[in-house]
């Protein structure tokens, strides 16, 4: 609990902070789809196993939620959830 506190402290104060960890924010704002991303990566490479294919994923994942998140509120996943959610509140 101490790091998170001291985490979001430094982003409130420093704003050098708050543009650094922008991609690490815009990533944890679309979980489920940088999820399925990863999984759709190692599908079409086949299982890769270096440590280029991970920092590989990172920035393809990184620079999609940046980019994503500048044009909508939601990763296309998590909007796609949230309609389902809201059809399924109309059935009785």
């Given at each position: 609990?101490?790091?998170?506190?001291?985490?979001?402290?430094?982003?409130?104060?420093?704003?050098?902070?708050?543009?650094?960890?922008?991609?690490?924010?815009?990533?944890?704002?679309?979980?489920?789809?940088?999820?399925?991303?990863?999984?759709?990566?190692?599908?079409?490479?086949g299982e890769p196993?270096?440590?280029?294919?991970?920092?590989?994923?990172?920035?393809?994942?990184?620079?999609?939620?940046?980019?994503?998140?500048r044009f909508f509120?939601?990763?296309?996943?998590?909007?796609?959830?949230?309609?389902?959610?809201?059809?399924?509140?109309?059935?009785?």
């Amino acid at each position: 609990m101490f790091v998170l506190a001291a985490c979001s402290l430094a982003m409130e104060a420093l704003p050098l902070v708050r543009k650094l960890v922008s991609p690490i924010v815009a990533v944890g704002s679309m979980p489920l789809t940088a999820y399925l991303l990863h999984f759709q990566g190692i599908y079409l490479l086949g299982e890769p196993h270096s440590l280029s294919a991970l920092l590989g994923f990172i920035v393809v994942v990184s620079a999609f939620a940046v980019l994503w998140l500048r044009f909508f509120q939601r990763g296309p996943m998590e909007a796609l959830v949230g309609r389902i959610a809201n059809l399924a509140r109309h059935i009785p």
